[in-house]
């Protein structure tokens, strides 16, 4: 039986407006990409090769490249060389770093941990720390710094481990995400860092934030992918970063086009709401200093 299109009916149909592209929106989007090679370095504790990679900054108005964060500081590539340490060191800001590569140790008064790829650190304000490189090879992590605000921060180092931990149900189609620190270890109520991992020849479901909605997404080595804002594709190498512009409007998602390999994306998010509680996750034990 041969059937026929009404296309006097198929115009009534409702269909989903398209969003609209960024010379439509107004927005410059590579104000809110970032590279630690676009970045001067500079020596942070003392031994440390420091990069930015985005910055605090109003990322609902002109203004510099990568100057876009709302609720954090810095966004640094961290590099520490072979055999140095940094001095026992107090910090005032809360920190957070994922460890690239690398092997060596991270040291309290009373403690120490073992620092290796996959390993994500949370330093509270006032904690007294220093980083050991054991190694020839260097360390190589990322680095977040803010100030607390709105919450009782955590007086002690957490320490996890990302291959010890469950990944989540897939969301936005392909995101499978390992939950690292979340509010129940002194982050904001609204705030979470994860890993999230896209199997190949996959893509995220492109959705956009609303104002005061910061996510940032950090591509972890070693493959290249792609990054989607808006209307434009930007290549997006290990270390890149951008945040989802907050505007109700611009689209963002992230590409793995490899056939064999899956690839994985540092998630920094801080919502508009309370993050759902999370099942306990398992911390590396603090040992001894002898």
Do not use: C
Request: without cysteine.
């Amino acid at each position: 039986m041969e059937s026929k299109v009404s296309f006097e009916n198929a115009a009534e149909l409702e269909v989903p407006n398209p969003p609209p592209s960024n010379q439509v929106v107004g927005i410059n989007i590579n104000r809110f990409v970032g590279n630690p090679l676009s970045s001067p370095v500079r020596i942070t504790q003392d031994v440390i090769f420091t990069r930015s990679i985005l910055s605090r900054g109003d990322p609902y108005h002109p203004g510099d490249t990568g100057a876009v964060l709302e609720y954090h500081d810095d966004l640094s590539l961290g590099t520490i060389i072979g055999y140095r340490r940094t001095p026992l060191v107090q910090l005032s800001e809360g920190q957070f770093w994922y460890v690239e590569s690398g092997r060596g140790r991270l040291e309290s008064s009373e403690f120490y941990w073992d620092l290796h790829e996959g390993v994500g650190v949370l330093v509270a304000p006032n904690a007294r720390y220093r980083i050991i490189n054991t190694a020839d090879d260097p360390i190589q992590m990322l680095m977040l710094t803010w100030t607390p605000e709105g919450v009782t921060a955590r007086a002690d180092i957490l320490v996890r481990d990302v291959n010890s931990l469950s990944l989540a149900e897939g969301e936005h189609w392909n995101y499978f995400g390992v939950s690292l620190f979340g509010p129940e270890d002194g982050l904001h109520p609204n705030e979470q860092f994860a890993v999230v991992y896209m199997p190949p020849m996959t893509i995220a479901e492109p959705h956009a934030h609303t104002p005061h909605f910061a996510e940032v997404w950090v591509k972890l080595p070693p493959h290249d992918s792609y990054l989607m804002l808006g209307s434009e594709v930007r290549e997006m190498p290990p270390n890149t970063a951008f945040l989802a512009p907050p505007n109700s409007q611009t689209v963002h998602s992230v590409i793995n086009l490899m056939k064999h390999a899956t690839q994985a994306w540092l998630y920094i998010g801080h919502s508009v709401s309370r993050q759902a509680p999370h099942p306990e996750r398992l911390s590396v034990d603090p040992k001894p200093l002898k």
